[in-house]
Nanobody, 126 residues
Framework: QVKPVESGGRSVQPGESLRLSCAAS????????VAWFRQTPEKEREFVAT????????YYTDSVKGRFTISRDKAKNTVSLQMNSLTPEDTAVYYC???????????????????WGQGTQVTVSS
């Protein structure tokens, strides 16, 4: 089972960009479906984006389409989330999750992922 580790979270101003990274030492990470979720104290954890193995097709929640991009770097064994045009509503703890087998119809659900990182805080504020 992979052990994802997130990095890159920090405080930024509205309109700025930020890139989060999720890394794992296990080689199976490169053949896993990897997702980003986020959570605030006021809301339940919500799906943000996923990159599905095989084929690396990407999926996004509507609120981040056109602003966020999820991508995989197989050489570095990492999955990144490039976040542009950030707004205060993007403030949250961002979690990376992974699983070897994810059915397309379930990839937006927390229960579809077996491995989770500890999270990284993103704060968007002026």
């Amino acid at each position: 089972q992979v052990k994802p580790v997130e990095s890159g979270g920090r405080s930024v101003q509205p309109g700025e960009s930020l890139r989060l990274s999720c890394a794992a030492s296990e080689s199976s990470f490169s053949t896993s479906t990897v997702a980003w979720f986020r959570q605030t104290p006021e809301k339940e954890r919500e799906f943000v984006a996923t990159i599905k193995w095989p084929g690396d097709r990407t999926y996004y929640t509507d609120s981040v389409k056109g602003r966020f991009t999820i991508s995989r770097d197989k050489a570095k064994n990492t999955v990144s989330l490039q976040m542009n045009s950030l707004t205060p509503e993007d403030t949250a703890v961002y979690y990376c999750a992974a699983s070897r087998t994810v059915i397309t119809s379930t990839l937006r659900r927390e229960s579809a992922y077996s491995s989770w990182g500890q999270g990284t805080q993103v704060t968007v504020s002026s």
